[in-house]
């Protein structure tokens, strides 16, 4: 298992001429492997399914709150007998919300006796809401339902930029845990030629210095033995979250683990997002918007009026008459008119029927609804105010952390640049014996580990950049 390792070590940092070649490993392109785990993720296909939903919710909304129609045959009714009869009432009624509820209500009898059909009666009303909530209510209701898809389509993205970062995050943990195996390997490395040195210097194998020597080497290989497990472990079970597999052998060149097809993107600005699109403004905009609308619509004052028309015909006495009607409200005290008028029918007179009703408690309910809507107008505005300022804040916190990150990853590269020069000269020096190997090994060492570095910056710009865009909407 030492000589294992060690083989490995020497692979990785270019003795391949020196040792037996090492298992290869074949990475997914990090962008398949990308829409793979996105494909397969539950909560996705979940919030699909919701969209879907609040979709199909709208629809129906609409329909319930558009023209309607409605056709009815009545109670048919059939005598039997020596004088077998028929009698049917069929009528129609149509409403037109979006026109202040107005509505149409036909309705007619007929019956047909000994061969005969007569046209027994007939009537048709029509009203209309004057001064109603109805019509604001339906457009709250319609507005509502278009911002519930509106929401589970913004649910969706937000979600996916979660899962992209969740992804990236995985992988840079990955990345870290190949770094740390690297680090073992070169500690395994500097044991073992430590422990050489010691039986060089002729110690005796139950010598103090020797036992030491050997078991901070086996301490040393058990370490870098449970590290590469973990490591291996832990990609496969990455690669399966993806939807996907991976061989990796345990001798295998570690460095082919590392993404090379990760590069850095465009730093989003914060700044360039329009302001009034920053999620908890929009949010708290929107509910101070749609709650202000509701309590417009609400009105202490509501009059409807309605006008028909009426015919009967009885035993061959014909009779119509023309009515008309309102009805209102206002804080408890409630009013109904109504008056018919007979057209064309001197045996009977026009007729004035009228009601009133009060309930004293609305006036004091009222002044409490009142109360508690001034509350909530305040508690709205307390929340928008708090959302302006998280705004403030977070853009001050979001300039300074994208200030690091590009710091950061200017840094990452300027380092590799350098560990990689200094490799190509520890690699001339090696070549001509001025070095010992493991100072030629250390320096590509170096050079795998800003590698690493600099993939990890441009994997945090990445989960930069998707914070960001998830704090803001379309």
Known sequence: MKKLFLTGFVFLLGFAGLWAAESRVSLVPTADLLASYLEKDSDLKNLTLELKKAKLNQQSTLIDKGFSIKLQTGDMTFNFGDNSSFTVKPGVSATIPQANNLGLNVNTQLSVADGKTNFDSASATISVDVISANKANRDIS??????????????????????EKSFYKSLSSLMSS???????????????????????QGYAPDSASYVKAEMKLVSSERDLEAAVHSLIKDYKAFYISCGREIEIPEDVDFTLLIPTDIVQVQAVDITSFDKN???????????????????????????????GYTYRNNNGNASNTVSAGVSGSYEGLGLNASVNVPVSDDRNSPSL?????????TTKKNKISDELTQISIEQEQMKLDAAYSSYDSTIQERELKLADLLWTIETNQKNLEMYKSVE?????????????????SSACNNTIQARVKQISGYIDLIIYNNEVTAMFVD
């Open 178 to 200: 190949v770094t740390s195996v690297l680090s073992k390997k070169s500690s395994v490395f500097d044991d073992n030629v430590s422990f050489e040195k010691i039986k060089l």
């Open 353 to 361: 029927t009228v009601g009133i009703t009060w309930t004293p408690n």
């Open 277 to 307: 699109s920053y999620k908890d403004i929009e949010s708290n905009e929107w509910n101070k918007t749609i709650n202000q609308m509701t309590r417009d619509a609400s009105t202490k004052l509501t009059l409807t009026a309605n006008g």
């Open 424 to 440: 190509e000269n520890m690699s001339s020096y090696y070549a001509r014996g001025l070095i010992s190997e493991k100072d030629y």
């Open 142 to 163: 319609l507005l509502q339902q278009e911002r519930k898809v509106l929401e589970a389509e913004r649910n969706l993205t937000t979600k996916a930029l979660d899962k």
